[in-house]
């Protein structure tokens, strides 16, 4: 590897994270290595020789402006522990910007005025820019009447009025000797602001698909080699405003190798990601290993990815009504209990039990039900939680307290299944995986691939977000009738007519580990005893 700037493209499974290491221990550089969250700080510094440390991108920023300053340092208490000081909440932001009923004629509410203000100004710390603007107003930030297509010119001068009100909230926040509380991302915006130059002769810049604009604005500022370690096809956290930033440096022309053979799955698993890469535009196939799938036991313990927390509730609810062990992985966040509380609240007509405010502001079912309808995709997960209440209705208080109980330590079972999101399952794998029907890509986005419509940037992360479900599984994977549906159009579409096993089979092969050679003879034995076993032979003593 020469002195200049590298980008290796290392598809799911592939050794990516190795590649880094074995590329700072062979240029025995002085740097940095900067990794997507502290799991993979904590597994990648050990690895690294002596004179490269690795960091999150928000560590270095801690390290920056937080460690040398007590102001700073106890505007970010709270954050840290609620008993040290407050944190950045509404309340406390409409207190101090004066927020009252007539402080904006679209938003009467104070703590919905508030928590747009404040979603503005997380969407700015997270950007490149160096003010916030209207394009940092969430679509979420506005009510849902003025997100109807006929009300665009009043939502943009509501946009301009937020973001008026974001700049003089920011003003408080970087202020270092007040005591208005900051967040994790505001000491990481205000150390890109300062273009400080960090000395590192070498960067490792790890998952740099999914950065964050600021995070990628603060490595341009930077001079040193860079080696760019990413996967564009896992690029699936748009909804925190992540860039595709391998964009940048290969619109310069920096030389760009692939790692296309994966140390994970099979080429079973290699031939269906395939297809999902070709819907991508990509044409590079993955190649797995020479194993074969072992049978899905739906019966016997294994890991459910799902798309969004709604369908995890709902999954891990059935399974416990079922009498199944479960276990939710990462939790659930209570913001989801609370819009299905709601939701139900608004659907019964209980109007002052409804505590999301923008429900509540729609006064009844129906109306929340045209408004979903009207915006359409820009509705999020709306048309899955309408669903749910109209599928459970009374029921759901009863499925709702089973999973919260179910939330907390539970002893593991070989039986138990485990309920995982397709973001939190990024870099992790998993021995036998279920994915569920919710990562099927909708009829318009497959219509446009059979039509060759270019896709949107949500389409486009909803097929990210397939490819990297469907890679977390090493021995045995499930399909649900909607994504074999799925992958049987994908076939049709971009399948290649002679393809076969060789087609998807990576050069170099690795030995099972251990613990996956166990649960290989098992499943083997099972399979033996079924197939032999003699129905008309009486169960128990002989």
Known sequence: MSGEDQVCIAFAGSGKTGTGVEVAHRLGKFGLAMMF???????????????????????????KVIEPSQGFTAKLAGELNPDDGPRLSGPIVARELGLSASSDPDISSVSQLAMAIMKTVENFQISAANKAGPEHVPDEALPLSIRQPENAAEADELRERLADWAGKLWTLMVRERNNFPINHDTYLKIFQLRREAISADLWILDEYQDTAPVAEALIRQQSGQKLYLGDPYQQIYGFRNAINALNEPISRGVPVHYLTDSFRYN????????????????????????????????????????????????????????????????????????????????????IEDVKVGAMRSMGSWQSLKDQVAGIGDRAGDASALIQLVERYRGRLPLLLTAVREAMGKRPRTP??????????????????????????????????????????????????????????????????????????????????????TNDHLAETQVGTPAVHAAIVRKARTEAFIKAHRNPDRPRGKD
């Open 267 to 350: 080429h079973q698993i290699a031939g269906l990601a395939t297809l999902v890469l070709r819907a991508l535009g990509e044409m590079n196939s993955v190649r797995g290993q020479g194993r074969e799938l072992l049978p899905a036991n739906l019966n016997a313990g294994h890991t459910v990815i799902c798309r969004s927390n709604l369908t995890i509730l709902v999954r891990a609810g059935d399974a416990i009504l079922n009498q199944r062990s479960i276990r939710i992985e990462g939790g659930l966040p209570q913001n989801t209990f609370a819009r299905v509380e709601s939701a139900l609240a608004l659907f019964e007509d209980r």
């Open 37 to 63: 969250n502290r799991a993979a700080r904590n597994d990648m510094n050990p690895r690294l020789p002596a004179g490269m440390d690795a960091l999150t991108f928000h560590a270095l920023g801690y390290r």
């Open 415 to 500: 039986d138990t299944i485990h309920y995982i999101t397709a973001h939190k399952s990024k870099g992790r794998e998993f021995p036998m995986v279920a994915l569920d029907d919710d990562l099927s890509p909708s009829p318009d986005l497959m219509a446009k691939l059979r039509s060759d419509t270019p896709l949107n940037r949500a389409e486009i992360e909803t097929l990210n977000i397939l490819y990297v479900a469907l890679t977390r599984a090493e021995l045995s994977i499930y399909l649900p009738t909607g994504l074999k549906h799925t992958f049987a159009q994908l076939n049709d579409l971009f399948g290649s007519p002679g393809s076969g």
